[in-house]
């Protein structure tokens, strides 16, 4: 399966942006995939990216994708303390996803 | 609005105890998985199904098995629960070809054993 690595920890100040970041190994994964986890529950989908896309946008979320160096990032615009959680990145591989360890980021006032 | 159900949100069982794992999805998905998750680790896959009475070992099936009789739900089986299997579990499905809506995920069971 596809191996995917990412920081454990982020801490951010209320208003700044967050940038976290994914690196991943099997670079046949058709789509890219951001999960944020709040505290006790499961796991929502934020924002997926196409294998063959650069860019993505959508609101406050930008998704990069470096394909030649197999690097994806989450960045958060103006982070508020709903954004406190648990973040996975994931790719898939036929329908299965491979997660990272999850970037818990904290969001201080 | 579509939902992935797990029956129980917190249980506590003992050692050598056979536990069940209920998940249910309500959105006639072919895909159902179930993952565990741990600190550090992320989600490790454990078992997946993509059709009814087909199964299929994850990365880390050891200690699990899983039962799909009908569509709509999915089982996740400890025969003889170890304290090793103290963990999040959480339950997924999807449908093939739905890669832009990912995976919808239920809330998770904690599972204690002692």
């Known amino acids: 399966g596809e191996d995917v690595e990412q920081s454990l920890f982020l801490s951010v100040r209320e208003g700044d942006s967050s940038v976290i970041n994914c690196t991943y190994t099997?670079?046949?994964?058709?789509?890219l995939y951001w999960y944020k986890q709040e505290p006790g529950a499961g796991l929502q989908l934020l924002t997926y990216?196409?294998?063959?896309?650069d860019m993505k946008q959508d609101q406050r979320l930008t998704v990069l994708l470096n394909k030649k160096d197999k690097h994806l990032s989450l960045r958060i615009a103006d982070t508020q303390t709903g954004d406190s959680a648990i973040y996975f990145c994931a790719g898939s591989n036929d329908y299965k996803l491979s997660f990272g360890a999850g970037t818990t980021v904290t969001v201080r006032a | 609005d579509v939902k992935v159900t797990q029956s129980s949100r917190y249980l506590v069982k003992r050692t050598g105890e056979k536990v069940f794992l209920e998940c249910v999805q309500d959105m006639d998905h072919e895909n159902m998985f179930w993952y565990r998750q741990d600190p550090g680790l992320g989600l490790r896959l454990i078992y997946f199904s993509y059709d009814v009475k087909m199964k299929e070992k994850g990365d880390i099936p050891e200690g699990y098995s899983v039962s799909r009789e009908k569509k709509e739900r999915f089982s996740l089986i400890l025969e003889s629960a170890s304290t090793n299997q103290t963990s999040m579990y959480l339950c997924?499905?999807?449908?093939?070809?739905?890669?832009?809506?990912?995976?919808?995920f239920g809330s998770g069971t904690r599972l204690t054993v002692v």
């Open positions: 099997d670079s046949s994964s058709t789509y």
């Open positions: 997924a499905s999807t449908e093939p070809g739905q890669g832009d809506y990912g995976y919808t």
């Open positions: 990216i196409f294998s063959n896309m």
